[in-house]
């Protein structure tokens, strides 16, 4: 292909090698390897002033732990937003900042261009994130050792929302969250397996029929696994009576 990618990122990370590894394998990897997407790293390293190439200091204030230092990151970031088309956002993966759901990756997947910083230690100097940063993103309520592999997980999911990207448009439009709820279950042959038969609608043909069973299935796993994402929408008459069908065929007291 010719021309600009559509979606390029840069990660400053201290493990260039870490990230490279989304460019290599997979669906990511042949996507990459077509031109529909670009990534890069750089190293905070390459912007000190030492000859250890120091990056991180002792907190003030006292405490376990070290901080990193503002100049070489604020340096690394610089120039990965150098290297990116103009206004592309800085996010900071940081244990502080908004989960990451759908939403959000839809939102970052509408920019051209993205700079990702893998935090390490306790994190960055807080001035860091007030002067470069226009996300702080989290992926969820635990502790990793380091901002590469939350990074590579918020690179992948907006990755596979890049036109072309994807051999079927209609795959991310039919994952979990895309329209809020979780997935429906899937089959695939053989049709039967030690005693479980595949539901017959799904070998009907009967489209209306498998769209309506698809979306009452969606519909009611995420009310037995995640109801919390429930009380955040609004339902429609069409979802409302699917749900209330499905909880009336497995019952109210199968949640959790």
């Not at 290599?24 to 002033?49: K, M, S």
């Amino acid at each position: 292909m010719t021309g600009q990618p559509a979606m390029q990122i840069r990660f400053v990370t201290l493990f260039p090698e870490q990230v490279a590894a989304l460019a290599e394998f997979g669906v990511i990897g042949r996507a990459a390897r077509r031109g529909l997407l670009e990534f890069g790293a750089v190293d905070p390293r390459d912007f000190t002033a030492d000859a250890h190439r120091t990056v991180d200091d002792r907190p003030y204030g006292g405490g376990p732990g070290m901080v990193m230092k503002i100049e070489p990151l604020r340096g690394a970031i610089v120039e990965a937003r150098g290297q990116l088309p103009a206004g592309s956002p800085c996010v900071i993966m940081s244990a502080q900042g908004r989960v990451l759901d759908q939403a959000l990756v839809n939102e970052l997947a509408g920019c051209r261009g993205l700079v990702i910083v893998a935090a390490r230690y306790e994190g960055p100097d807080e001035r860091l994130i007030e002067i470069e940063a226009q996300y702080e993103v989290s992926v969820g309520d635990y502790v990793v050792s380091g901002g590469e592999l939350p990074a590579l997980a918020l690179a992948d999911a907006i990755a596979r929302l890049v036109p072309g990207v994807l051999g079927d448009a209609e795959s991310a439009a039919q994952d979990s969250f895309a329209e809020g709820l979780l997935d429906c279950p899937h089959y695939t042959r053989p049709e039967v397996y030690e005693g479980h038969a595949v539901p017959s609608v799904l070998m009907s043909g009967d489209h209306g029929a498998i769209r309506r069973w698809r979306l009452k299935q969606a519909l009611g796993r995420t009310w037995q696994r995640r109801p919390d994402i429930l009380e955040r929408m609004s339902l429609d008459e069409e979802r409302k009576r699917l749900l209330e069908e499905f909880i009336a065929e497995n019952g109210e007291g199968e949640t959790g």
